[in-house]
Nanobody, 131 residues
Framework: QVQLVESGGGSVQSGGSLRLSCAASGYTYRSYCMGWFRQAPGKEREGVAAIDSDGSTSYAESVKGRFTISQDNAKNTLYLQMTSLKPEDTAMYYC?????????????????????????WGQGTQVAVSS
């Protein structure tokens, strides 16, 4: 059974940093495309960053240059390093796994806002950035 467990959220001041982790289990981690998403109250879920099994990545324009997605296949863990945080980054952050699409399709779809292939989701970790 696929399980994704996020951690690392918290409250920081504007300009601060956080590193989110997503521990995966129940499948061959390195074979899936992985993504981070976020949802703020009253807003739609949006893609933040994704990384495919070939190492290709995609970032939302709003986080480019500030966030970095990475993974440690030996630890079955996905990371999101967030720096220069802004109040508008406040949201619940989720990691998800895409079993449907393979390179280059997953990143291509993700960059266009198509997330239908992500069919495994974690429970989320809250990030709050104060000004």
């Amino acid at each position: 059974q696929v399980q994704l467990v996020e951690s690392g959220g918290g409250s920081v001041q504007s300009g601060g940093s956080l590193r989110l982790s997503c521990a995966a289990s129940g499948y061959t981690y390195r074979s899936y495309c992985m993504g981070w998403f976020r949802q703020a109250p009253g807003k739609e879920r949006e893609g933040v960053a994704a990384i495919d099994s070939d190492g290709s990545t995609s970032y939302a324009e709003s986080v480019k240059g500030r966030f970095t997605i990475s993974q440690d296949n030996a630890k079955n863990t996905l990371y999101l390093q967030m720096t220069s945080l802004k109040p508008e980054d406040t949201a619940m952050y989720y990691c998800a796994a895409d079993r449907t699409f393979h390179p280059p399709a997953c990143i291509a779809y993700y960059s266009r806002g198509y997330y239908s292939g992500f069919n495994y989701w974690g429970q989320g970790t809250q990030v709050a950035v104060s000004s």
